[in-house]
């Protein structure tokens, strides 16, 4: 069994990958005796990079990799090796696995089954609205919620997760200590509190572009499904659902408007097979290790709540029939219900009061979700 640092220096050779880390260990039998071998036996390891092969032989980076381990017993970050017992198998078994994991937290919720949850940064209150459902929902039942820390989808799964109790996982695109976006610290502290930050990337990484769309073959190859909640037609969430597919992954998709920009993504998968999601159940019933759902239609949390109409004046019985989970303004509410401004602003206030809408910025209403 090789050590964690050879293992180190090895993810820090450039231009070698996970795919050519792990060829060489196959060839040589354990790290170790990669940095040993002379370039005349490295160069035998058919595959990889000349200019790898002559870094590895000429300036090894163990020394590089020693500083690393170092300043992770500082900062309390646990680095988990390939072939480290507490390496996720989920994981270990896509095409091209990191071959170690920076993780901050309870390293232990990265052997949980778990969904991921990912979409638009730049999402909808609707959309942000029904990730965090199915996050607290998906949280409720045992599993983790993992997600990549941007903004909007993102920050509404994981937000979603812990706000029943659950544990959710972020991986990022950058070293382990960057907190990116910055807006996010919080976030980051309470799911480092119970849940997992993890990352393929040595400290002092910066969050460049072009990390992220290889960050998300990480948050598929942690999961049993993936979620899709909005996304645009060129969303990198769109790639976490291509890294999904590649790795036999089942792939939901929530429905939105078909105006709608931010659904235009979720709805080419829709037509490229991903399932429909409408409630929780849809997602459990494909998970092959997770019992059949037993709750009744009305029974689940992701059907919309019971409403006893007698509570309701006509008014706002005619007002909330015109609202959907999509805001609309109050204009546009005055104009469809046919009511003056003064009825129409009483029968939301009410409404609101009820708890059967939400008021938005800019005078928008929406049904509560």
């Known amino acids: 069994m090789g050590n964690l640092i050879e293992w180190l220096a090895l993810s820090l050779t450039p231009g070698l990958g996970p795919v050519g880390c792990l060829r060489l260990v196959e060839h040589f039998g354990r790290p170790e005796m990669i940095f040993k071998a002379a370039y005349g036996e490295l160069i035998k390891v058919h595959g990889i990079k000349k200019s790898c092969l002559e870094f590895l032989a000429n300036t090894p980076p163990l020394r590089a990799a020693e500083g690393i381990a170092r300043n992770a017993e500082k900062t309390g970050t646990t680095i988990i090796s390939w072939e480290n017992p507490g390496y996720p198998e989920q994981l270990r078994n896509i095409a091209n696995p990191p071959v170690v994991l920076f993780t901050k937290g309870n390293k232990e919720a990265l052997k949980m089954p778990g969904i991921a949850i990912v979409g638009a940064r730049s999402s909808t209150s609707y959309g942000q609205n029904i990730a965090a459902r199915f996050a607290t929902q998906i949280a409720d039942k045992g599993l983790s919620v993992i997600s990549g820390l941007a903004l909007g989808i993102d920050t509404a799964a994981h937000a979603g997760a812990l706000s029943t109790g659950g544990t959710t996982i972020a991986v990022l695109g950058c ?5 990116y976006p910055k807006q996010n610290r919080k976030l980051y502290e309470k799911i480092m509190a119970t849940g997992a930050i993890v990352s393929e990337y040595p400290f002092g990484t910066p969050p460049d572009a072009f990390r992220f769309p290889a960050r998300n073959r990480i948050i598929s190859g942690l999961s049993h499904g993936v979620l899709v909640v909005e996304a645009t037609k060129n969303s990198g969430s769109l790639i ?12 939901f998709a929530v429905p939105g408007r078909i105006d709608s920009i931010k659904s235009e993504g979720t709805h080419r998968l829709l037509q490229q097979g ?45 007002i909330f029939s015109l609202l959907t989970v999509y805001p609309k303004t109050i204009d546009e509410i005055i104009r469809e219900a046919d009511l003056s401004s003064q009825k129409t602003s009483e029968a939301l206030l009410l409404l609101e009061l009820k708890s059967l809408i939400k008021v938005l910025p800019g005078k928008q209403y929406q049904k509560e979700v």
């Open 274 to 318: 991903a399932k429909l999601v409408h409630t929780l159940n849809d997602i459990l019933e494909e998970l092959i290790f997770f019992p059949a759902p037993t709750l009744t239609e009305h029974g689940n949390k992701a059907t919309d709540t019971t409403i006893n109409h007698q509570d309701l004046s006509a008014d706002e019985e005619k």
């Open 175 to 179: 070293g382990i200590e960057i907190i």
């Open 240 to 251: 976490t659902a291509q890294h999904a597919l590649e790795q036999g992954k089942d792939i």
